[in-house]
């Protein structure tokens, strides 16, 4: 204890610390220890922030974690497989009979996706140089190819055993491994989506698709 002008006793020393025994004010740092730095805003709740503090905190949390953006060749090696894909798509619908505009063959529909598809992969080729929006292939990307050998196999089955079993399996694969779903939920939607799918284009429409019945 040290002795205040007029004769009160306060805590401390001299040389400016507490004394032994003292207790150190309330939220002060023990001496020589250093707190770890925390930004504000991360404090604050999110419905406090204002708009552009909380689109700054969910771009953030966003970004936790992502697979580090792609390089050049990258995007050209997609852009490649992109047109590609697309051109095995035109060949297959050829094959299927593409027909003509007012009566179309089952390859129509195939063709029209075809070629858009082409129309993006060399969109995304022509801007491979400029584009910082892709990531690198991770584990994830696994899926992805997943998803694109089921579709190609859908399209080589189907004018050999007709489209309900393809399309059947395909959307099973999809909804079940890709998609997380249960089992019952998984068949019942697949088999559901494959008996309106007959019923409205070939029932209704008469779109000539190859089937089994």
Not at 38 to 43: A, L, M, Q, T
Not at 151 to 173: D, N, S, T, W
Request: net charge negative; aromatic share 6%.
């Amino acid at each position: 204890m040290i002795s205040a002008p007029g004769g009160a006793h306060v805590p401390g020393s001299s040389g400016g610390h507490p004394a032994a025994g003292a207790t150190p004010p309330a939220g002060a740092q023990p001496h020589g220890s250093t707190a770890a730095p925390v930004s504000p805003i991360d404090e604050i709740p999110l419905e406090e922030l204002s708009l552009e503090e909380a689109i700054h905190r969910v771009e953030e949390l966003e970004h936790e974690g992502r697979p580090p953006l792609a390089g050049t060749l990258s995007n050209i090696l997609t852009a490649v497989a992109v047109v590609v894909l697309g051109v095995g798509t035109l060949i297959g619908s050829a094959e299927l009979g593409i027909g003509t505009a007012s009566k179309p063959g089952p390859g129509t529909w195939p063709m029209l996706v075809s070629i858009v598809t082409i129309l993006l992969g060399v969109g995304l080729l022509v801007v491979a140089r400029r584009s910082h929006d892709g990531e690198r292939f991770a584990k994830a990307s696994g899926l992805v190819l997943v998803g694109l050998v089921t579709m190609i196999v859908f399209v080589v089955a189907l004018p050999i055993i007709g489209f309900e079993i393809p399309a059947a399996l395909l959307c099973l694969v999809w909804l079940r491994f890709l998609g997380r779903e249960g089992w019952r939920l998984s068949i019942i939607l697949s088999l559901a989506l494959v008996a309106a799918f007959y019923l409205i284009f070939v029932g209704a429409l008469s779109v000539p698709i190859p089937h089994l019945f």
